[in-house]
């Protein structure tokens, strides 16, 4: 129930966001779905690197681009402006990469 909560509210995230058409209605409910992947966002969309997913959302979300803190990843940020946390955060064996992990927050307290 609450992944499907949370995949509506990315939805609405991106859509809110969206330069087009096509990245309201077909690109965000895709970011949203791979979203809930086990690996890194950019690579569970088929992508080569982390500065191919950055493109991509300079050009077809611009002002959430801007949002952004470069140092964050894509999947903690979209997941933070949600209020939530990724599921596959809980599993990941790179969150020392992440920008202000809250599951090694929690896990040091």
Known sequence: MQQKID?????????KYAQNEF???????????KAFEAGHLYSD???DSRMEL????AANYPLLWAMRPKEKRWKKFLFDEIGSVAPACYGCQDVGN???CDILEVANC
């Open 54 to 57: 950055n493109k991509l959302m």
């Open 23 to 33: 990245a309201k209605g077909v690109l965000s409910r895709y970011i949203a779905t």
């Open 7 to 15: 995949f509506e509210k990315l939805v609405e995230l991106l859509s």
């Open 45 to 47: 969309m088929g992508l």
């Open 98 to 100: 992440c920008f202000k």
